[in-house]
């Protein structure tokens, strides 16, 4: 494979940066522009050598080079990876002078591909790499760091090995059916086949809350114009974020920020004051609410208690038929100027004004956003996994019904097969380079 080099650490003013460089001729590459007391070209694995930069007898810096030999390093090749200043130019001079000793610049994900290629990692843990990269609280990245080190692997492996057991006994007796010995009961491997099927549906309801971990928990604010949805966004915020007015339709697009609750991200989004209006820019900005809601997981509808109690309850039945999956609360603002009585427990009176009950807010939001992760089980779950799980399920769904009809052992065996293959994807042990690149394509470039 050719040498491939890369920034690997953020790029920007900072203390440092570190440029990795993977590939047969890594070492060489990098000892062309290193001026030290040693020849890194003889140094052991594992070692850190520090001096001068250079290229074309220039000193581009004083950098840190480290030796990691294959196969003991990230990608399974020859790695080196140097630390130089942070900054916008001296990582660039840097890669520059590789490139043009050779080397290539590396693709989004191409030194995570390489160790995946190499059998350093399998398929679920790389995924995983990117998982953590992109981390959006603690638990999501506790979480992904052990499927890195191998624990979502592990479970897939023991799922993987019963369904071999019973591929196994059912193709058996096959070779013994000119005898006529039934050397397995049928109603045993239909115990084995409901046990399976009922564990891969734990890790497929797993996906949901897997989603919101990595995507965060949306909170939809919408309403009326001038119901107070801006100024609910910005005391949630603890920060003026929207414009707040009188004048109705002040907000044309939406806002959004994130915020953690219990450790769980949540977006929050402001927008736009539904109502019949000829003005274009607003109209679109009405659109974009109906995107918004289709993400959404809680919708906060608020409704101005100033004019009367009733009067947002239109919206709240148009938005329960239009969207009927999502979990909404009626928060009745204003209070200050007209009081009211909830009149059930889903609508809360509350004055994003003066902060009151505002504290309530945010505990459904808190306690929403938590019950939303529930199922998470120690297991983060993409799309390209989910859907392969999906049809695994169809697969052992295929066999149960196969073994209540009574089917022959080899139709049933051939479901069987299909799951392991498709676990066999899962974890990358069937692979092709379209797949891959699929994957790999959403790293960033440098890892």
Known sequence: METIVALATPPGVSGIAVVRISGEEAIEQASKHFSGRHDIKTAKSHTIHYGKFVDNDNTIDLVTISIYRGPNSYTGEDVVEIGCHGGFVIYEEIINSLIKSGCRLAKPGEFTQRAFINGKLDLLQAESVADIIHSKSIISEQVSTRQLMGNFTQRIQNFKEKLITIAGLLELELDFSDEDIDLINKEDIMLMVDELIAFNNEIIDSFNSSQILNNGFSVAIVGYPNSGKSTLFNKLLNKDRAIVSPIPGTTRDYLEEYQYYDGVPVKLFDTAGIRETEDLIEIEGIKLVESILRQSHLVLVINDASNNQVF???LLEELKQKYPNKNYYLLQNKIDILPVNPRNPKEI????????NLKAVKEIIAKSAKESISRVNDILVNKRQYNLLKLINLDLTNA??????????ELIAIDIRNAIKKLGELTGDIYNEEILNQIFSSFCIGK
């Open 312 to 314: 947002s309850d239109k």
């Open 349 to 356: 009176a509350i004055s994003a004004k003066n902060e009151t």
């Open 400 to 409: 149960k019904q196969s073994i209540i009809n009574n089917y022959q052992n």
